[in-house]
């Protein structure tokens, strides 16, 4: 019985988007620029406030020449509100920007080498949307944490999610352009702890003689491995995607071929996103950007 009452009670609530409209009439005296405080049109602020008046079965507006007043019984309406509409979006408007944000998790080096160049150009395309970029070597949990979605790389079999290849991982050795290198077998190569076998598998792929160098640096990952590179350390194996932005610049060359691995970098969401349309919108994209070819600077055949 108490349910029935309070569903009595709810449906006789007059419309929060239609008391809006009033209050933002009352504050700006002129549709068009209450219309343009809330980013509506002027006829969606008449069909809002017609609504309202409908519901309540009152006039609580009318109008001298261009200016908008509210009657009596509009202004006795907000009256009796005080500032509950204020509160009221206040307490709204967090909730709103989260459903506007994207939070993204990915790895260091995709982060700063593949993903933040290009992102201004998907914000320019959404500015309505936001986008939290998040850096951990760790797998997030897309349903547990506050996380709406990844890169990873893998070969896109992670259970209960949804994963859209966006490029091949690839292999390439580089160095900077003022550094001494003898034969191949001789590099100092810099290698990263998580990713000890890259150099041994590129080596055997790209039909080099004897063993892969052993010696050089080692660092914790793949993003201190680029930056010992960029340093002039010594040579650096990486995906051939980081570079783009290195070798446009000068600040690294090319030294041998690029292998394709089976493993690939995939977009992976939730199979019940927070936000589904904005992160379909990023997907899409991001699988887009991921079929583009390499810039400037590589060898024949580094884009295949």
């Not at 071929?257 to 589904?276: E, K, M, Q, W, Y």
Request: charged share 25%; proline share 6%.
């Amino acid at each position: 019985m108490s349910s029935s009452r309070s569903s009595s009670r709810s449906s006789n609530l007059p419309s929060l988007r239609g008391l809006a409209a009033l209050d933002a009439l009352a504050r700006h005296k002129r549709q068009g620029a209450a219309a343009e405080a809330l980013g509506i049109s002027r006829s969606a602020l008449s069909h809002r406030i017609a609504d309202l008046e409908a519901e309540l079965g009152a006039r609580l507006v009318t109008r001298s020449g261009r200016v908008s007043m509210l009657t009596d019984e509009g202004t006795a309406l907000l009256a009796a509100m005080g500032d509950a509409i204020g509160r009221i979006e206040a307490a709204v408007a967090p909730l709103q920007r989260r459903l506007r944000q994207i939070r993204l998790s990915t790895v260091n080096t995709l982060a700063a080498n593949w993903l933040l160049p290009r992102l201004p150009r998907f914000q320019r395309a959404h500015p309505d949307m936001e986008i939290a970029v998040l850096t951990t070597q760790r797998v997030v949990d897309l349903d547990g944490e506050d996380v709406d979605c990844a890169i990873r790389n893998g070969m896109g079999d992670w259970p209960g999610t949804e994963a859209r290849l966006l490029f091949r991982e690839t292999l390439v050795p580089a160095a900077a352009p003022g550094l001494a290198l003898g034969r191949p077998s001789a590099w100092p190569v810099i290698r990263a702890r998580a990713r000890f076998h890259d150099w041994p598998l590129w080596w055997q792929q790209a039909g080099q003689k004897g063993d892969a160098p052993s010696g050089g640096m080692v660092v914790e990952n793949r993003a201190q491995a680029l930056e010992a590179a960029l340093a002039g350390a010594g040579v650096v194996l990486t995906d051939a995607r980081y570079l783009d932005t290195h070798l446009a610049a000068g600040r690294l060359r090319v030294l041998g071929p690029v292998i394709a691995l089976d493993t690939g970098f995939h977009f992976v969401r939730s199979r019940a996103p927070r936000n589904p349309r904005n992160v379909e919108a990023l997907a899409r994209w991001l699988e887009e950007e991921g079929r583009s070819a390499p810039q400037a600077g590589w060898p024949p055949g580094a884009s295949d």
